[in-house]
């Protein structure tokens, strides 16, 4: 595949802090080099991607329609375009096959949906996310808090309302949610039969799925039920309705302390025994306490081996950067589910004028099969094996279509629903950062990656498709703040 180098240094006061246009090809050509890529020429543009009609940019795309180059390296999306006409081109070209790769230094891109959404993403990050959209957001997190609302997704038995902004409860859930603290008062039932419970009385999370054990958990541990919360690390007086009282919250808070403590002294439990293997040798990753500490090591059942132990802390803070990395602020994460709604609305349109024209074309084949059956029966000369070989055709014109609407339907949201749930997982990460609940963070990387390894007392594993993007990003907060305010850049 053949590459155009495009560079950009834009006249934009706002943009002043970014690298030079010498520099920019001097990074650029030295990641080709790095990443064996073949450079059919290096362009360079002086003009502000803000505005449509960059001459040397439209000229790179239109040699890359006539097949110059099928890919494009650049410093950062934004160098590419900051406005939604570019932004367009590029994508477009992506579609049709003409443009199959974009390579940037500070940016991971992948050509399926999910990367061109985050593409889209990218380009519109500096303009809009980034000048207005955090501090908008952030002041109407303010706002928000002062009127004691909490500014993020409702908890399990709440629901955002769009509308008042505010939070209401879900009359579905919150009954359920009640019965479960009530239940655990009692300190007759463990937290698994309160999950069970919860889980044959039909109470789902958002996405769908049965409360797990520690979600359960943590639902009982919200003070968010009987009507405060922490936000930033500061307790806010809600204004949302409770669901219970704060005596039942706290005489639920005993019982979970008592247990805990018995629990403690009973059995040690490993949180990240069993999930990875030796990358030397390929045995399990087991846990033993060492001088009061947790250790991962090596089972060493097939040879010696001599991966060193690992101290759970040391783990712990390796896996806490992943996680640091894929977690994306609030803020964002309620544009991109946003965006992700008016895509699917913008699929849902579309696909519905599509099906509506098959539907058409196939009410036209009946009829004409019920006129070749009329013909038929009322003798009007056809002969059987005309009026066989006919219906067969008409038959298998109905099929073709009818298997046409089946794939749009299907087809229309494929990959929207994984990415909502994939930023919503992701959006919540960040509350695994504050806690120490490592069997949490355990769930989390088996949802968002398989194929856990320790080798050099390194952690690594492979991302599941979709957090490819954010894992893969070489400095996570490039993409989310541009990189012209990024304290960890070298410029
Ligand atoms: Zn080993």
């Not at 543009?45 to 110059?68: C, H, S, Y």
């Not at 950062?76 to 900051?82: G, K, M, T």
């Not at 219970?244 to 919250?249: A, E, G, H, Y």
Request: aromatic share 10%; glycine share 6%.
């Amino acid at each position: 595949m053949k590459y155009f180098i495009y560079a950009r240094k834009s006249t934009d006061s706002e943009e002043r802090q970014v690298l030079s246009i010498e520099a920019q090809l001097a990074e650029l050509k030295e990641f080709a080099a790095k990443e064996k890529l073949e450079i059919v020429a290096s362009l360079c543009e002086a003009k502000t991607a803000k505005e449509p009609g960059r001459t040397v940019f439209g000229e790179m795309l239109d040699r890359i329609e006539k097949g110059e180059a099928q890919g494009i390296l650049a410093w950062h999306p934004d160098r590419l375009a900051r406005n939604s006409i570019d932004g367009g081109r590029i994508i477009y070209l992506l579609d049709t096959g003409k443009l199959k790769d974009l390579k940037f230094p500070t940016f991971w891109f992948d050509n399926t949906p999910q990367g061109k959404f985050m593409l889209n993403i990218a380009f519109g990050q500096s303009k809009y996310y980034i000048d207005n959209l955090s501090e908008n957001i952030k002041r109407g997190h303010r706002a928000k808090l002062r009127k004691g609302i909490w500014p993020s997704f409702a908890p399990l038995g709440y629901l955002n309302n769009h509308k008042t902004k505010g939070i209401d409860i879900d009359p579905e859930k919150a009954p359920l949610i009640r019965k479960a603290f009530e239940l655990y008062a009692t300190g007759e039932y463990t937290l698994k039969a309160i999950a069970k419970i919860l889980k044959d009385a039909g109470l789902r999370s958002y996405k769908g799925k049965v409360l797990s054990v520690s979600c359960v958990q943590r639902m009982l541990k919200n003070p968010f039920y009987y009507g405060v919360f922490r936000f930033n690390g500061k307790m806010y007086d809600g204004s949302h309705e409770p669901i219970i009282s704060k005596k039942l919250f706290d005489a639920v808070q005993q019982v979970m302390n008592n247990r805990g403590k018995r629990k403690r002294k009973r059995k040690h439990n490993f949180a990240f025994s069993g999930l990875m293997r030796c990358g030397n040798c390929g045995c399990m990753i087991t846990a033993e306490i060492q001088k009061g500490h947790i250790y991962y090591r090596c089972t060493k059942k097939k040879q010696k081996c001599n991966e060193k132990y690992l101290r759970e802390e040391k783990l712990v803070e390796q896996l806490k950067a992943i996680i640091q990395k894929v977690s994306l602020p609030d803020e964002w994460a309620e544009k991109m589910l946003a965006e992700i709604e008016k895509e699917k609305e913008q699929a849902k349109q579309e696909t519905k004028s599509l099906v509506q024209n098959l539907l058409d074309q196939k009410a036209a084949i009946e009829k004409k099969m019920d006129r070749l059956l009329d013909l038929y029966i009322e003798g009007k000369g056809i002969e059987p094996e005309e009026y066989q070989a006919k219906k067969q055709k008409l038959l298998n014109e109905k099929l073709e279509i009818q298997q046409k609407i089946k794939d749009f339907e299907q087809a229309g949201n494929n990959w929207l629903e994984p990415m909502k749930e994939m930023i919503l997982a992701s959006s919540q990460a960040k509350i695994l950062l504050s806690q120490s609940d490592n069997s949490q963070i355990r769930t989390f990387l088996k949802n968002i990656g398989s194929n856990f390894i320790l080798k050099g007392k390194k952690f690594h594993f492979e991302g599941k498709i979709g957090w490819r993007a954010l894992l893969n990003s070489p400095q996570n907060t490039n993409w989310r703040r541009g990189r012209d305010s990024n304290p960890r850049c070298r410029f």
